[in-house]
C-alpha cells in the first residue's frame, strides 16, 4: 500500500480500464465492498462509467483528493489468475497497452451485469427527436436485430450506454424482459465415439499421454487423415476431468459441418465464437463461460480471451493458416498466444495441420514441441493423383485461363456424374482494367493498389480501403468509349469461361463478396456436398476443412500467383494453400481422383513438393534457406510502419525513429523504405525492419527506440507489428 493510502487508511486497488492505458489507474475501495484481483467493476472514467478488472500489484501513487472509488463491483466471477497473466504477457510481447489487450476479454459487457442480461430492449417505432451523430448510430445499429440488452446495443453502436438512456426515456426503445438463456447441453464424452483405426488409436493415446500439465504437440496428418477423430479424444480427456475446452478454427463462421461433427461426437454442439455471432448470444456464451457452465468452445482466435474457470486444453486446428494472425489494433498470432495461454495455465496444447508452419515444425524437430503423426488417409480414401500443368507447353486459348488438358479432365469428371473444383485465389472478374487506346490504368484514389473489376456487383473495387465506383464505359483520361479491357483472371471470369465452355454444366461460384454473406456460403458448400453442383469455381474459402464426397478432380488455375510477391513466406504458404485446396479431392474412398496444378514454373522447389508429395525435402530446403537468413523461427522480426497524411511527414518520423534507436549488435534495422502498400486510405507509409537474426528478443530494443524518439505529432501514426506474417 502507498504510504499516502496508509495515512488516510483508505484503500486503493489497481483496476485496468478497456482504453489505450499504460498501466492500470488507482480507485479507492468503498467500505464494505470486497473485491479480489479479477473483480469485474465499475468506476467512474471523466464524465462516464465504465467497466474495468481489478489488477495485481501496487497502486500507483495518486493525490488522494483526485482518488475516485468503485462504483460498483458486478455479481460475476472475477477473471482468474492465468487470464490476468496472459493479458500482461500479450500487452507486453505485443508493445500494446494492457488495457486494449483487456478490452479484448471484457467484449460482452452486459454479461457483468445478471440483471442488465434479463432486461431487454425494443425499438418502439418512435423517431429520435433529435438525430444526433451517436444516435443515428444507435438506430443503425438497432435495426439489424429486435432485442438488444441496453450495453449490448451501446457496445454494437460504439456510443455511451447513456445514449442509449436517453432514447429510452424518449421512448424510442421501450423496456422488454427477456427470456432467460437456454440451458447448455453438456458434451457427453461417450456419445459418439467412432471406432479409431489402429493408427488414429496409437495418436490419440501418444496425445493423451502427454499429460495434464503443459506441453505443447503437433499433431500432423495429410488432408484425411483423421486428425479431427485423434483430437477429439484429447478433448474427451480433458472433458472426463472436469475441465473446459477451447478449439480454435480459422474461418469458424463457415465450419458449420465442424460443429456438426462435434455434435455426432458429443451429443452436444460446442458454443461458437466469432464475429457473426450476435451480441446478445455473446454476453450469454461470456456469462455461463464465466460461470463454468459451458464446457467446449469452437471459436474464432479472439476467443483466446474468453473468461474460462477452468481450460485444460486449446487445440489449434489448420495451425498454419494466415487467419489466425490478428492485424488490427493488436497485433497478435492466436497460435502462439495459444501456446502462451497454455504455459500460463499449465495445461496442454494441441497444433494440428496437414501443412505445418515452418515455426512448428521446426520447434516439433528441436523437441519443444512433442510431435504425433498420422500417416495416410483415413479408411481406403486415397490422396488425389498429383500433376503439373505446364504452361508453356499447353498454354490456353487467347483471352482463356485454363489449360487443354485441364479442359478435358473437367469434361471428363462432369461426364462421370462427379465435380470439380477450380481454384484461384483471387475475388472478382479482374484484377487490373485498362484503356487500349491511351494506356490508362483504374487505381484506387486512396490506395497504391490496381482497382479489381466486380462484374457480378458492376463495379471496379479497391481490396485494400473498400472504394468502389460503377464499372465504367469511356475511359476518363482519353474518353474512348468501349475499350476498356480486363487483364488477368478473378473467379468470376474462371466462372464465365466454365459457363462457356460446359453451357450444360451446373456451375456455382463461390467467393465472399457475392450478396447474402456467411449464411449463403454455409448454404451453397452444402448445396455441393450434396452434389448439386458439377463445377465449383472459388477463392480460398473452398480450400478450408469442408468435405465434399463427389469431389474428384481440383483443378489450380493459377498456381504460381502467391509466389510473386517477394515475400519470404510466399513458397510456405503457396505449398500450404496448394496442398489444402487439392487435399479436397477424393475425400470419400472408391472413387480415383486428381489434382491439376497450372504453373508457369514446374521446377519450382513448391511446384516440385507438391507432384511429388514429399513434403519432408521441402521443408527441409525451406527451413534451411530461413536458418542461412536469420528468418524466423531462427530469428525474429519486427515491422514497425509509420503512416501519415503526407509522404514527407511519413519519411520524416521514419527517419526520426532510425535515428533514436540504440546500437544493439544483436539487431539489425532495415529502413525505412516505403511500405509494401506505400499508400493506404490515402495515409503515406513507410517502415522499419528490427531484425535479430540470433533470435535475441526485439521488445527491448523496440521500447528503447521509442523511448528515445519524439512523440509522434500531427497526422504520424505508428504500428508495430512483432513477428509480421508477412515482411
Ligand atoms: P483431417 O482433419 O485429418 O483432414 P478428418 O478428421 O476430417 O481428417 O477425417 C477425414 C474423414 O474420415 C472424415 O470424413 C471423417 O469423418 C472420417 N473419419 C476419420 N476417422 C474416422 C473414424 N475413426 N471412423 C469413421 N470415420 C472417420
Ligand atoms: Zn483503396
New binding site residues.
Given amino acids: 500500500m502507498h504510504p499516502v493510502d496508509q495515512l488516510f487508511a483508505i484503500r486503493t486497488v489497481p483496476v485496468l480500464v478497456p482504453l489505450p492505458a499504460e498501466r492500470p489507474y488507482s480507485y479507492a475501495v468503498p467500505d464494505g465492498m470486497a473485491v479480489v484481483p479479477g473483480s469485474i467493476v465499475q468506476v467512474p472514467l471523466g464524465p462516464r462509467q465504465v467497466a474495468g478488472v481489478v489488477w495485481d500489484g501496487e497502486t500507483d501513487a495518486v493525490d488522494p483528493k483526485k482518488l475516485r472509488s468503485i462504483t460498483k463491483v458486478f455479481d460475476c466471477p472475477p477473471l482468474d489468475s492465468a487470464m490476468r497473466r496472459f493479458i500482461d504477457w500479450v500487452a507486453d510481447y505485443t508493445l500494446s497497452p494492457p488495457g486494449l489487450v483487456a478490452r479484448m476479454a471484457l467484449r460482452a459487457p452486459a454479461a457483468f451485469d445478471p440483471e442488465a442480461l434479463i432486461e431487454g430492449i425494443e425499438a418502439t417505432g418512435v423517431a429520435p427527436e433529435r438525430l444526433t451523430d451517436a444516435r443515428r448510430r444507435v438506430m443503425e445499429s438497432a435495426a439489424e436485430i429486435p432485442i438488444w440488452t441496453r450495453s449490448g446495443l451501446a457496445h454494437a453502436a460504439g456510443v455511451t450506454p447513456s445514449v442509449v438512456d436517453g432514447l429510452l426515456k424518449q421512448g424510442v426503445f421501450q423496456s422488454v424482459r427477456l427470456a432467460p438463456p437456454p440451458a447448455v447441453a453438456l458434451p457427453d464424452t461417450t456419445y459418439g465415439r467412432?471406432?479409431?483405426?489402429p493408427d488414429?488409436a496409437a495418436a490419440a493415446t501418444a496425445l493423451v499421454a502427454r499429460g495434464d500439465g503443459f506441453s505443447t504437440t503437433l499433431l500432423e496428418?495429410?488432408?484425411?487423415?483423421?486428425?479431427?477423430?485423434?483430437y477429439f479424444e484429447a478433448v474427451a480427456a480433458a472433458l472426463d476431468k472436469g475441465k473446459q475446452v477451447l478449439i480454435l478454427l480459422p474461418e469458424i463462421a463457415l465450419t458449420q459441418s465442424f460443429i456438426d461433427?462435434f455434435h455426432a461426437r458429443f451429443g452436444a454442439p460446442p458454443a461458437e465464437w466469432h464475429s457473426d455471432v450476435p451480441p446478445r448470444r455473446r454476453e450469454q456464451i461470456w456469462r455461463q463461460l464465466a460461470e463454468g457452465r459451458i464446457r467446449v468452445v469452437a471459436g474464432a482466435r479472439s476467443a483466446l480471451f474468453l473468461p474460462f474457470q477452468d481450460l485444460g486444453l486449446v487445440v489449434v486446428?489448420e495451425e498454419h493458416d494466415p487467419a489466425y494472425k490478428q492485424e488490427d489494433r493488436i497485433f497478435y498470432h492466436a497460435r502462439d498466444m495459444a501456446v502462451v495461454r497454455g504455459a500460463l495455465g499449465g495445461f496442454p496444447v494441441i497444433l494440428?495441420s496437414?501443412t505445418p508452419s515452418v515455426e512448428s515444425r521446426v520447434n516439433a524437430a528441436d523437441g519443444r514441441y512433442g510431435h504425433v503423426r498420422?500417416a495416410g488417409?483415413?479408411?481406403e480414401?486415397a490422396l488425389p493423383d498429383l500433376s503439373l500443368v505446364d504452361m508453356r507447353l499447353a498454354p490456353p486459348a487467347r483471352g482463356r485461363f485454363v489449360s487443354p488438358v485441364l479442359l478435358t479432365a473437367i469434361g471428363e469428371t462432369v461426364a462421370r456424374g462427379e465435380q470439380a473444383l477450380l481454384f484461384l485465389n483471387r475475388r472478382g472478374y479482374a484484377p487490373l482494367t485498362l484503356c487500349r487506346v491511351c494506356g490508362h490504368r483504374f487505381q484506387c484514389p486512396d490506395c497504391s493498389t490496381w482497382l479489381v473489376d466486380h462484374r457480378l456487383r458492376g463495379q471496379l473495387q479497391c481490396h485494400h480501403c473498400g472504394f468502389a465506383v460503377p464499372r465504367p464505359e469511356a475511359c476518363p483520361e482519353c474518353g474512348t468509349l468501349d475499350h476498356l479491357v480486363a487483364c488477368g483472371p478473378g473467379v468470376e471470369r474462371i466462372a464465365e469461361e466454365m459457363l462457356a465452355t460446359f453451357p450444360e454444366a451446373r456451375t456455382i461460384l463461390l467467393s465472399s463478396d457475392l450478396p447474402g454473406g456467411a449464411r449463403r456460403l454455409r448454404r451453397e458448400l452444402d448445396a455441393i456436398a450434396e452434389g448439386e453442383a458439377d463445377i465449383v469455381i472459388g477463392t480460398q474459402l473452398v480450400a478450408k476443412?469442408h468435405?465434399f464426397p463427389l469431389m474428384t478432380l481440383v483443378g489450380a488455375v493459377d498456381a504460381d500467383l502467391g509466389l510473386a510477391n517477394g515475400d519470404p513466406r510466399a513458397a510456405e504458404r503457396t505449398f500450404q494453400l496448394l496442398h489444402q485446396v487439392t487435399?479436397r479431392a477424393g475425400?470419400?474412398g472408391g472413387r480415383k481422383s486428381r489434382g491439376m496444378i497450372q504453373t508457369w514454373q514446374p521446377e519450382h522447389p513448391v511446384m516440385r513438393a507438391i507432384a511429388s508429395g514429399d513434403a519432408a525435402r521441402f521443408y527441409e530446403r525451406e527451413i534451411a534457406e530461413r536458418q542461412r537468413a536469420g528468418l524466423p523461427p531462427f530469428g525474429r522480426l519486427a515491422s514497425v510502419i509509420v503512416s501519415a497524411n503526407t509522404r514527407r511527414e511519413a519519411e520524416e518520423y521514419a527517419r526520426l525513429l532510425r535515428r533514436a534507436a540504440p546500437e544493439d549488435p544483436a539487431i539489425e534495422v532495415l529502413g525505412p523504405a516505403e511500405a509494401p502498400l506505400a499508400v493506404l486510405r490515402g495515409r503515406h507509409r513507410f517502415r522499419l525492419l528490427v531484425h535479430s537474426p540470433s533470435r535475441a528478443p526485439v521488445q527491448g530494443f523496440l521500447r528503447a527506440t521509442l523511448a528515445a524518439a519524439p512523440r509522434p505529432r500531427g497526422s504520424v501514426q505508428m504500428q508495430i507489428d512483432v513477428d509480421p506474417q508477412s515482411f
Fill in positions: 467412432a471406432a479409431l483405426s488414429q496428418g495429410v488432408t484425411g487423415s483423421g486428425k479431427t477423430e485423434v461433427r486446428d494440428a496437414a498420422l488417409r483415413f479408411a480414401a476443412g468435405h487435399g475425400r470419400s
